[in-house]
């Protein structure tokens, strides 16, 4: 089915950017047996500045979820291999995260409400307006992780630091936190959804100077915890052995 008409550049144009803190582009991972509407919705990634990959069956998307590692998934659920429901299943044991909307044909209700119970975040209906999948994906990669919107802000789920005013904000409420607080807190979102061990913040927050205690990072994990976990969905874990880790609460 061909998508309505639509004027992706106006749309991209109006979004603001994102990106990984470190300057790299979001990973969008596109895949529809219709090579047509693919590629359509490839371009339209690559005017959001995001790097698209695309795919028209089950196993060769998986394989390039291996290799890509995207951030967010546009899935048909009628795809050759094994389909779009068995593909969500499959990348969310390599990323429990990533964030999912999926294509479905427009008279297929039972094919969406299988798709949302099976993990999906969002779905549109063919034929679509690239528009509305444009809009609809940034939305996703704005909620899933980390995200630089500006040069000045750090994104985690609802999570807010700001680089230049140093105001944290947890769903849109303000967090005072002290100086050393507020950088332990900058390298966690940095790394999000990545596990940092003691001596990696050791190194990048403290520089080594901690005089001694070697439970510098335990205590002020915690102090960062009562700020900003304390009476919400958690969002700083600790992997036993291995360090910390933040992400968007579940």
């Known amino acids: 089915m061909s998508p309505q008409q639509n004027s992706p550049v106006g749309v991209a144009a109006s979004l603001p950017p994102l990106s990984h803190p470190d300057g790299s582009p979001i990973r969008a991972l596109v895949v529809d047996d219709e090579r047509m509407l693919s590629d359509l919705i490839a371009m339209g990634v690559s005017m959001l500045g995001w790097q ?8 060769s998307a998986l394989e390039l979820a291996r290799t890509a590692r995207p951030d967010v998934l546009v899935l048909d659920i009628m795809i050759p291999g094994f389909d779009g429901l068995e593909l969500l299943r499959r990348i969310r044991e ?3 995260d990533v964030p999912c909307l999926f294509l479905t044909a427009k008279d297929q ?12 975040d969002d779905y549109v209906t063919k034929p679509f307006s690239l528009d509305e999948v444009l809009l609809r994906l940034h939305r996703l990669v704005q909620r ?18 700001n680089e230049d005013t ?13 100086a050393t607080q507020f950088e332990l807190l900058r390298y966690l979102m940095e790394n999000a959804k990545r596990v940092v061990s003691k001596s990696q913040i050791l190194d990048n927050v403290w520089k080594y100077d901690f005089g001694g205690q070697a439970n510098i990072v335990e205590l002020y994990i915690s102090y960062l915890r009562k700020k900003i976990d304390v009476g919400r969905a958690p969002m700083i874990h ?3 052995g ?3 880790v933040i992400k968007p609460a579940a």
């Open 238 to 240: 600790t992997l036993r």
């Open 144 to 161: 899933s992780g980390t995200t630089v919107a500006d040069s000045a802000e750090l994104v985690v789920g609802d999570l807010v630091l």
């Open 109 to 120: 209700v039972d094919d969406r409400i299988a798709g949302l119970a099976s993990g999906a």
């Open 166 to 178: 140093r105001e944290v904000t947890r769903g849109g409420e303000d967090i005072e936190l002290t």
């Open 242 to 244: 291995a360090g910390y």
């Open 94 to 96: 390599l990323d429990a």
């Open 52 to 59: 698209p990959h695309t795919a028209a069956d089950g196993p």
